[in-house]
C-alpha cells in the first residue's frame, strides 16, 4: 500500500501571516504529500481556497486539501468553477474536501442555512458540482438549483472528492458520492469498521473506492498535556471512549506507533495536526524538521 503522510492547520490556526509561505515552503522542501486547511469564518484562520492558491502558487510537489470546505450556503456552479481552475492551474495537486459545516451559530448565520436543512443541501450542492467537472453541459432541476445547459470548464483531469464523518449516514454518503474518506477523532478499529460500511454501500451503487483512498486526520500535542477543556470537548464529541487522550498523541513514538496501527487495518493517507502550534517561524521550521524526520520514513510505496 502506498503510504503517503501530510499535514494539517486546524480551525484554531493563526498561521495567516507571511510565516504560513514558511511552513508551505518547509513542507515542500522536506517532502511532505500535502497540506491540508481548515475553514473557520469567524476565527483566525486563512480561507482555504485562497491559501491553497497562494501556497500553490509557490510549490511544485506539495498537494493541497481542504478539511474541510463548507458546501451548504455555497453556490455549486461558480465553487465548481474556482476549484477547477485551481486544479488546472496547480497540476492536479488539489484534493477536495467538504463538509456540511460545524454546529455552531455563528457558523451557520454566515452560510444562512439552517442545521437541519444542510445534508440535503449538501448532497444537491456537490451532485451540481460533479456534473460541473464533467466539462460537458448538464441539466438539473432540484430543490435548490435549477439549470439548463450550463457548461463548465475548465475541465479538470480528475477531482477526487474526499468526505469525513463516522455517522451511519455519514459512511453512507462517502460510499454513495465520495472518491476518499477522511475521517479525524478516530481509532484505527473505527477506521477498519467504517470501511467495511463505505465498501459495501459504493458496491450497492455500482462504484469502487480505491484502496489509497482510505485516510485518517490525526490530532497531536508534542510534549504537552490536553487542556481540561479541549479533553471535555473530546469526551463530548466520543463518549463511547473511556480515555478520550488516545485520540491524540502527546510524543513523536506515540504517533508514529497510532499511524503504524491504521497502516495495519488498510489505511494509508494521514494527515497529522499540532493542537498547540510553534510560536513563530523559526520554531515552525524547527518543528517540520524534526516531523519530517520522524514520519517521513513511515511513507512507502
Known amino acids: 500500500m502506498k503510504v503517503r503522510i501530510g499535514y494539517g492547520l486546524g480551525t484554531r490556526t493563526n498561521l495567516h501571516d507571511p510565516t504560513y509561505g514558511i511552513v508551505v ?4 522542501r522536506h517532502g ?29 510537489n506539495l498537494k493541497f486539501g481542504m478539511s474541510v470546505l463548507v458546501l451548504p450556503g455555497r453556490n455549486p456552479v461558480v465553487l465548481a468553477k474556482e476549484l477547477a481552475t485551481l486544479a488546472s492551474m496547480s497540476a492536479g495537486r488539489l484534493l477536495p474536501a467538504f463538509g456540511l459545516g460545524a454546529v455552531d451559530p455563528i457558523e451557520q448565520q454566515a452560510f444562512g442555512v439552517e442545521r437541519t436543512a444542510r445534508a440535503k443541501l449538501f448532497d444537491e450542492t456537490l451532485t451540481v458540482m460533479q456534473h ?3 466539462g460537458e453541459p448538464f441539466t438539473h432541476h432540484g430543490d435548490a438549483f ?3 445547459g450550463v ?31 477522511l475521517p479525524s477523532f478516530v481509532t484505527p478499529a473505527d477506521a477498519a469498521a467504517g470501511r467495511l460500511v463505505i465498501e459495501q454501500v ?12 482510505f485516510g485518517v486526520l490525526i490530532p497531536f500535542t508534542i510534549g504537552a498535556e490536553l487542556s481540561d ?12 471512549l473511556d480515555d478520550v487522550g488516545d485520540l491524540v498523541p502527546s510524543s513523536w513514538q506515540s504517533l508514529t506507533t497510532m499511524i503504524q496501527r491504521f497502516v495495519d487495518v488498510g489505511t494509508t493517507k494521514f494527515v ?9 517561524a523559526d520554531a515552525w521550521v524547527d518543528h517540520l524538521a524534526e516531523a519530517a524526520e520522524q514520519l517521513l520514513p513511515l511513507e512507502h510505496d
Open 25 to 28: 515552503d518547509a513542507l515542500e
Open 32 to 60: 511532505f504529500d500535502s497540506l491540508w486547511l481548515s475553514e473557520k469564518i469567524s476565527g483566525e484562520a486563512p480561507d482555504p481556497i485562497v491559501a491553497i492558491a497562494y501556497g500553490a502558487g509557490r510549490t511544485t
Open 202 to 213: 459504493a458496491a450497492e451503487h455500482d462504484r469502487e473506492i480505491e484502496e489509497d483512498h
Open 229 to 240: 477543556a479541549f479533553r471535555a470537548l473530546l469526551a463530548k464529541r466520543r463518549p463511547d
Open 132 to 134: 460541473c467537472w464533467t
Open 151 to 181: 457548461r463548465v470548464l475548465p475541465a479538470p483531469a480528475r477531482m477526487d472528492v474526499w468526505l469525513g464523518g463516522v455517522a451511519p449516514s455519514e459512511l453512507r454518503r462517502v460510499g454513495r458520492v465520495a472518491d476518499g474518506w
Open 146 to 148: 435549477r439549470y439548463d
Open 272 to 280: 497529522v495536526v499540532p493542537i498547540v502550534e510553534p510560536a513563530g
